[in-house]
Nanobody
Framework: QVQLVESGGGLVQAGGSLRLSCAAS????????MGWFRQGPGKEREFVAA????????YYAESVKGRFTISRDVAKKTASLQMNSLKSEDTAVYYC???????????????????WGQGTQVTVSS
């Protein structure tokens, strides 16, 4: 059974930085993709970034491109999200998720991710 635990959220001023981490547990962990999603107040959950576990190909939402960087450490079974130049609209609960290998995976779609963390709050004050 895969478990994901996020850490690193908090309160930061606009223009600041935060780094989120996601640690996976489980005897075998070899997802197709690790992703970060977020859900702001009164909003639906949205895709932020994703990374292929093998090869490290990355994907970003347009709203965070150039400001956020996703990475993974295969040996440590962790995924991270470095967030720079934060804006008030980045305020949300951030979730990491793992998508297992299957015939088709749409990395930007939450429905393709089977495992989810509990979420970590990021608040950006203006």
């Amino acid at each position: 059974q895969v478990q994901l635990v996020e850490s690193g959220g908090g309160l930061v001023q606009a223009g600041g930085s935060l780094r989120l981490s996601c640690a996976a547990s489980g005897r075998t962990f070899s997802p197709y993709t690790m992703g970060w999603f977020r859900q702001g107040p009164g909003k639906e959950r949205e895709f932020v970034a994703a990374i292929r576990w093998v090869g490290g190909v990355t994907y970003y939402a347009e709203s965070v491109k150039g400001r956020f960087t996703i990475s993974r450490d295969v040996a440590k079974k962790t995924a991270s999200l470095q967030m720079n130049s934060l804006k008030s609209e980045d305020t949300a609960v951030y979730y990491c998720a793992a998508a297992q290998p299957r015939t088709i995976v749409v990395v930007t779609s939450a429905e393709y991710y089977e495992n989810w963390g509990q979420g970590t709050q990021v608040t950006v004050s203006s």
